[in-house]
Nanobody, 119 residues
Framework: QVQLVESGGGLVQAGGSLRLSCAAS????????MGWFRQAPGKEREFVAR????????VYADSVKGRFTISRDNAKKTVHLEMNSLNVEDTAVYYC????????????WGQGTQVTVSS
């Protein structure tokens, strides 16, 4: 069982940066693949980025590639999403998620943190 708590959201001007954090509980965090997703008003939840359990492998949505960076610290049981060059289209609730060991399906979800980018 993994519990996830996101933080770091807020209001930022276009072109600015934010760093989201996800704190996880559970003894087996280092075996979980982790990801970030987002949901904008009136839209479905979409994939943003994911990172393998070791932190070696990362994948990004095309819309954020080159602007966002996902990272993790297994010792601290945290996952981060560094977001640069933000634009209004990045406005959404951002969710941290975890996939069980050896799986790609996100099973555990945080409550989300709001990111609002103003023009």
């Amino acid at each position: 069982q993994v519990q996830l708590v996101e933080s770091g959201g807020g209001l930022v001007q276009a072109g600015g940066s934010l760093r989201l954090s996800c704190a996880a509980s559970g003894r087996t965090f280092r075996s979980y693949n982790m990801g970030w997703f987002r949901q904008a008003p009136g839209k479905e939840r979409e994939f943003v980025a994911r990172i393998s359990s070791s932190g070696i492998s990362t994948v990004y949505a095309d819309s954020v590639k080159g602007r966002f960076t996902i990272s993790r610290d297994n010792a601290k049981k945290t996952v981060h999403l560094e977001m640069n060059s933000l634009n209004v289209e990045d406005t959404a609730v951002y969710y941290c998620a975890a996939a069980g060991p050896g799986t790609a399906t996100m099973t555990y979800w945080g409550q989300g943190t709001q990111v609002t980018v103003s023009s």
